[in-house]
């Protein structure tokens, strides 16, 4: 094995295994003897009507911010990067996991009410994910046109993220789907950092899978925004320019059609979607 690919490897496996560990151990802090009112506050009710706490959310953004920090092999630059757009935007769906409202939902629905003079809680969201990406992009991008395609698709990723995170684990299997081939190619041609990188949320992500599929929990806006964000920031740190070009393309097609269409409707009447889609989780029918 080439010493390149060598390297990329451990350091892909630390941050994985950093992401993990510090997820665990911070969901297990933040679920262990809190106070009523604050775990009230983290509470809300699943597609079930069941109570589930949103504290995975920001369990995932501690693990992976703690990753981040702590992985070898990443420059600095990098290891800037994605704590400004992990923790950046973990912490900006944190504030619409406390204080948003149902008023408005999707992008036209807050900018029509930001047209109006009324700023939302998903408005001021918006508009700091989209900040927080392009600051993450600045740190990795060639110029002023690379850091707008670069912080559009970090941010738009972010966004994306949390249009799935509707049904246990859906979020987490969407990011391990895309993110497992990115941390695959990134390996095979010798990429270190951008292995790295694309470890570190998946790692995270994965150690609450079970807290996710046994609807104890799950990420909220917090813990999507901040996966989206993560694996936005790894892909275009690997992709060429073309590439970029595609994922934006298809990140904003995405994110568009979820403003017409129900992510939840497609999945239930495709088969396979389905399927993976139900994976490890309780039948529909489950009481």
Not at 213 to 240: Q, Y
Request: a positive charge; charged letters at 15%; hydrophobic letters at 50%.
């Amino acid at each position: 094995m080439p010493a390149s690919r060598a390297r990329g490897l451990l350091s892909a496996l630390a941050g994985a295994a950093i992401g993990a560990v510090a997820a665990r151990a911070a969901y297990a802090a933040f679920t262990r003897n809190r106070p009523a009112d604050l775990t009230g506050r983290w509470t809300r009710k699943n597609h079930r009507g069941e109570p589930i706490t949103l504290l995975e959310g920001p369990a995932f953004v501690a693990g992976a911010g703690a990753a981040a920090a702590l992985t070898p092999g990443l420059p600095g630059k990098l290891r800037l990067a994605a704590l400004v757009a992990g923790v950046g935007s973990g912490t900006l769906g944190a504030y619409d996991d406390l204080y948003g409202t149902t008023s408005s939902k999707g992008f036209k629905g807050h900018l029509t009410a930001l047209a109006r003079g009324e700023v939302t809680s998903g408005a001021v969201k918006i508009l700091g994910i989209g900040a927080a990406g392009l600051g993450a992009a600045a740190l990795v991008s060639d110029g002023p046109a690379d850091t707008l395609v670069n912080g559009a698709a970090i941010a738009g990723a972010a966004n994306l993220a949390n249009l799935f995170d509707l049904r246990p684990g859906r979020a987490i299997k969407v990011g391990l789907l895309t993110g497992g081939p990115l941390l695959a190619a990134s390996l095979f041609r010798a990429t270190p950092t951008a292995a790295a990188l694309a470890a570190v949320p998946l790692g995270a992500a994965a150690a609450l899978v079970p807290e996710d599929l046994g609807e104890r929990a799950m990420l909220g806006d917090a813990g999507a925004n901040a996966l989206g964000a993560l694996l936005g920031l790894a892909a275009v740190t690997k992709l060429s320019r073309p590439g970029r070009y595609a994922l934006l393309g298809t990140v904003v097609a995405l994110t568009a059609a979820a403003e017409k269409v129900s992510f939840t409707k497609v999945i239930a009447g495709n088969p396979v979607l389905n399927r993976l889609d139900m994976l490890g989780r309780r039948p529909v029918d489950s009481v």
